[in-house]
């Protein structure tokens, strides 16, 4: 999509209306955090910190509910970038709700029959006027398809999900806006040191310009149902394309009970603890499994659906509207599972380390505070359920976040996109599953994701492991040959030897060759045993047993090199090496 520099006339007020916030908080913040402390006022500038971006972050919050459209998302966004913003402005942004008044149906009804090409009476049997949900980009209504659609389909009840009118005008002139912020705040070195601006920009134009893309929603919701064909606990509304455009959506409804409807699921017969459990299991898979996950999985998008008696399982999770989809690289997930590892072994440590690895902390930066609050964390927290955490004094807790949170933003990190839709994908399971059950511990749940995960590592380093025992072996069995034939060809004269001590020292190096060969051996045949006989006691028992061979030539091998050395010597006709 191409950059908008100058909105269209009817858009000017609101991109004038951004800039002039923009501009009255980066001048108060200048003020503030650069000014007064260069005339010896910092004490005053940190006294009135707190409450400033307080009021900035709602004086924020009442643009974005008073524009609507993308400001909404802008805040939603913000919110969640606990590596760049104080706890006083994310703690307020948390309050946007995506909530906005309906857009009357004439409008809705007019783009729809212009995208579709006919009029909704044509397209649907019945139209429900009343919608069903209205968001900052778009409202959703229940319908019914007609006969022939019904027919093909094998369904007739829908959604149809429009896209707000003009709404792709409002989110070019927001992100006009914003990318010109991004510059302003580029140019000033106290931010261009701690984040790169403009990428965020980008980061966060790329995700809404998806958003408002159905068709770009409608084939991840189809890759997302291909995801997860084989998992029986979980299910996606089948896509209508016949009815379904850029800015068009109709799927199948399946509407059921709300997620987080704790006595809907008690009066179904679903305990909510399992309902808890399972989804906390089912978004892992996602995350760190597949590495393509629903990101945005907040009760409004993920219903429980029982199933027929006598089936199994005897409910599922129904996951709706995936216009927010996150992808996890393969050597992204690899670090991901190094984290899980860290956090189910409260490793501090190893938690930084793991960090680095995926790539959201620079390799140079000074990690010491940082392990010092993680294992603080742990040793703290670690292990605490929902219902444990509510009983902690607030005001510790309150001290360990503003510490923490301190140390975080002090280093040089930022969070790449999908990394941040991680984080917020684990941040609303975790909220949820602990509403639907108070005792829920996200520690015991990260545990036998944990050893899974570990028993797939050990599997992993034990195929290493035996790989280069084979490697070994059949370089042991090579070399000894291609040495021997080195020696001969220096006796019977065609390698030129300028120094007598030459063959001592090629018999030497025989010897050595050999003796760490054969060590070498030992050790990777013992350690694979080790390794297997956590999970398969009889191979490992067979390949710590093999280890013995390798282990007595090593020792003996010095042994029976020297007499062979001493016979060659005695044989060699007067030719001695002195």
């Not at 104080?86 to 409008?107: G, I, K, N, S, Y």
């Not at 807790?397 to 839709?421: H, I, K, N, T, W």
């Not at 390698?495 to 020292?505: F, G, I």
């Not at 060969?517 to 990777?524: I, T």
Request: one cysteine or more.
């Amino acid at each position: 999509m191409a950059v908008v520099e100058t909105p269209s006339p009817d858009g000017r007020a609101r991109y004038r209306r951004i800039l002039r916030f923009a501009a009255r908080a980066i001048a108060q913040t200048w003020w503030y955090e650069l000014a007064l402390p260069r005339v010896g006022l910092r004490r005053v500038a940190e006294r009135t910190r707190a409450r400033r971006l307080q009021r900035t972050a709602q004086r924020f919050r009442g643009l974005a509910v008073d524009l609507g459209g993308l400001m909404i998302k802008v805040g939603q966004f913000l919110s969640s970038r606990l590596d760049v913003l104080p706890p006083e402005v994310t703690r307020e942004l948390e309050q946007l709700q995506d909530e906005v008044p309906p857009v009357p149906f004439p409008a809705i009804r007019a783009l729809a029959e212009t995208e579709l090409g006919v009029t909704l009476e044509r397209a649907f049997s019945w139209v429900d006027e009343r919608p069903l949900a209205a968001a900052s980009l778009g409202q959703a209504h229940r319908a019914r398809l007609a006969e022939e659609d019904a027919r093909l389909a094998g369904f007739d009840e829908v959604v149809v999900k429009v896209q707000r009118p003009g709404i792709d005008r409002i989110v070019a002139v927001d992100l006009a806006a914003l990318r010109r912020v991004a510059r302003w705040l580029d140019r000033v070195r106290i931010v261009s040191d701690r984040v790169d601006m403009p990428a965020l920009v980008e980061e966060f134009a790329t995700t809404s310009n998806a958003e408002i893309d159905y068709l770009h929603e409608a084939a991840d919701a189809e890759r997302f149902a291909m995801e997860i064909a084989d998992r029986s606990r979980v299910a996606a509304p089948e896509i209508v394309w016949e009815r379904t455009t850029g800015r068009v959506l109709t799927l199948a409804d399946v509407t059921a009970i709300k997620v987080n409807d704790v006595e809907a699921l008690r009066r179904a017969g679903i305990d909510p603890a399992e309902v808890a459990a399972e989804f906390a299991a089912v978004m892992f898979d996602q995350l760190f499994g597949d590495g393509f996950f629903h990101a945005d999985p907040h009760p409004g998008n993920i219903f429980v659906t029982p199933g027929e008696p006598g089936e199994d399982p005897a409910w599922r999770f129904t996951f709706i509207d995936f216009g927010m989809m996150g992808h996890v690289p393969e050597g992204l997930r690899r670090g991901l599972r190094r984290l899980v590892l860290a956090v189910a072994a409260r490793d501090g440590a190893g938690l930084v380390s793991a960090i680095q690895d995926v790539g959201v902390l620079l390799p140079t930066a000074d990690t010491a505070d940082l392990e010092h609050a993680l294992t603080q964390l742990f040793a703290r927290f670690g292990g605490m359920g929902f219902a444990e955490l509510q009983e902690v004094d607030p005001r510790e807790f309150r001290a360990f976040a503003d510490e923490f949170g301190e140390v975080m933003r002090s280093l040089p990190f930022q969070f790449p996109e999908d990394f941040l839709l991680i984080i917020r994908a684990m941040s609303l399971t975790s909220g949820l599953c602990s509403a639907l059950d108070p005792t829920f511990n996200i520690w015991e749940a990260v545990d036998p994701y944990a050893q899974r995960l570990l028993a797939e590592e050990t599997r992993g380093v034990v195929r290493d492991v035996v790989s280069r025992v084979v490697s070994f072996g059949g370089t042991a069995a090579r070399l000894p040959g291609k040495i021997d034939a080195l020696v001969t060809r220096a006796e019977e004269g065609r390698l030129r030897v300028e120094s007598p001590a030459v063959e001592r020292k090629l018999d030497r190096l025989d010897l050595a060759v050999r003796r760490v060969v054969s060590a070498v051996v030992f050790a990777a045949l013992l350690v694979a045993g080790a390794i297997l006989q956590a999970t398969d006691s009889v191979s490992g028992i067979v390949l710590m047993s093999l280890s013995v061979v390798p282990l007595l030539h090593a020792v003996t091998a010095g042994v029976f090199s020297r007499a062979s050395a001493r016979g060659r010597g005695t044989r060699g006709g007067g030719r001695r090496l002195r």
